[in-house]
């Protein structure tokens, strides 16, 4: 499941890992919090958040794949290329029931091997 497919259905178990595990992180949580008062490029953001954009990008690029936020890159007045990122349209709504319908659909379920391990044959 990816950006726009977030609040059309449930995250499947594995979205549902690769998002919480996305949001534990104090500074990805204060990124996303930024975002959600509109656009912002990396730049600025940096600044906001008081970061260095090298850091700032390993944290994008771990919210972009887990859907929270999309990126675009976009041309300024002066022909600068400028990426700037923006809230996905996400909803979660963590429930018992939820966390147990999600944990179903999950194809990496052994604990042992974590959340990104693939499973070996």
């Given at each position: 499941?990816r ?113 990104g ?5």
């Open positions: 499941m950006k726009a497919d977030m609040t059309k259905a449930e995250p499947t178990g594995d979205d549902l890992v690769e998002m919480l595990a996305a949001l534990a992180n104090p500074l990805r949580l204060l990124i996303v919090a930024t975002l959600a008062n509109g656009r912002d490029y990396v730049s600025h953001l940096a600044r906001e958040i008081g970061v260095s954009r090298p850091l700032l990008h390993m944290h994008l690029r771990r919210l972009e794949a887990a859907g929270l936020i999309v990126g675009s890159l976009e041309l300024s007045e002066d022909g600068k290329a400028m990426k700037y990122y923006e809230v996905s349209d996400f909803s979660l709504h963590l429930t018992a029931s939820a966390l147990a319908e999600a944990a179903k659909t999950l194809t990496r379920p052994d604990p042992e091997k974590g959340p391990s693939k499973e070996q044959s």
